[in-house]
């Protein structure tokens, strides 16, 4: 299979599914009710920390959980009364329960109590992604800030993944996918200004892999962080100033498109 074929197939894709009609059945569309940033920003962190399965469930869940929080995540979180959260004691997506929804209250508003934006959880100091802090280091102090609180529930762990055990972080990636890119089209977000688009890694899941191997653009056996690495170079040569833009050219080849996808 050709580099020219690859590159023609995955910018036709790319242009194709990286418009409006993808936001509705997505859980990108939680986030994009909300117009406050830090709304945004929380809608869409909870959004991508539970989005396995089902996009139909994931939706569902993350639209009940927004209602649990008075469609105002930001307000909430950052000004709840003790017994506000007792309405939340009855979540659950899948192995996502209250336990682990009451910690990532209490970690976003410990947050944003000091800061204006989730981003600084991710970058620190402004110029540090200037003087070469690379995503995977980033997600594993991430990961590392989001666990620092006291008592936090180790079973929440598995929620919030980190390279360092040599995950996918698919979920992750995604949500900074979400919150980086900003190519005019209206899906993504671009709130974000300290990590560039050529800095972001692929959200890696089945689809994606399964479609990337067919192309020829993974030869790893595994699926793990080292694949995630090799998938977002081999995409930086078709366009190293975003590369993971063909994360909408893949996923749809893999489960919107997966009836007609030829190779």
């Known amino acids: ?44 962190f909870f959004s991508a920390t539970i989005a396995w399965g089902n996009r139909k469930s994931i939706i569902t869940s993350a639209n009940r959980l927004m209602l649990l929080m008075d469609n105002a995540p930001h307000d909430f979180i950052t000004n709840h009364k003790e017994k506000d959260l007792n309405r939340l004691l009855d979540f659950k997506h899948r192995t996502f329960n209250a336990t682990d929804v009451l ?11 000091k800061h204006d934006s989730l981003e600084n959880a991710f ?29 936090f529930p180790h079973r929440t762990r598995k929620h919030v993944a980190t390279p360092v055990r040599g995950s996918t972080c698919k979920r992750m990636n995604m ?3 979400w919150m980086v890119r900003n190519d005019k089209n209206g899906v993504d977000f671009g709130l974000w200004k300290q990590i560039k688009p050529s800095q972001l890694l692929i959200p890696l899941d089945v689809h994606v892999d399964r ?12 699926t793990d962080w080292e694949t995630v690495l090799e998938l977002t170079e081999n995409l930086k040569t078709l366009d190293s100033k975003d ?11 893999g489960v ?8």
Request: hydrophobic share 40%.
């Open 1 to 44: 299979m050709t580099r020219d074929f690859v590159y023609n197939l995955l910018e036709k894709k790319y242009a194709e599914y990286n418009s409006g009609f993808f936001i509705e059945n997505d859980p990108i569309s939680i986030p994009h009710r909300f117009s406050k940033k830090q709304d945004i920003e929380i809608a869409a």
């Open 103 to 113: 910690y990532f209250i209490e970690f976003l508003k410990q947050h944003y109590n």
């Open 123 to 151: 970058t620190g100091r402004k110029d540090k992604w200037n003087v070469g802090l690379n995503t995977e280091t980033a997600l594993a102090c991430f990961h590392e800030n989001f666990f620092s609180l006291e008592d």
């Open 175 to 177: 949500f900074l996918r």
């Open 211 to 222: 479609v990337a191997r067919k192309l020829g653009l993974i030869k790893r056996k595994q």
């Open 243 to 253: 590369p993971v833009k063909y994360d909408f050219a893949l996923f749809g080849l």
């Open 256 to 263: 919107l498109d997966k009836d007609n996808l030829q190779i």
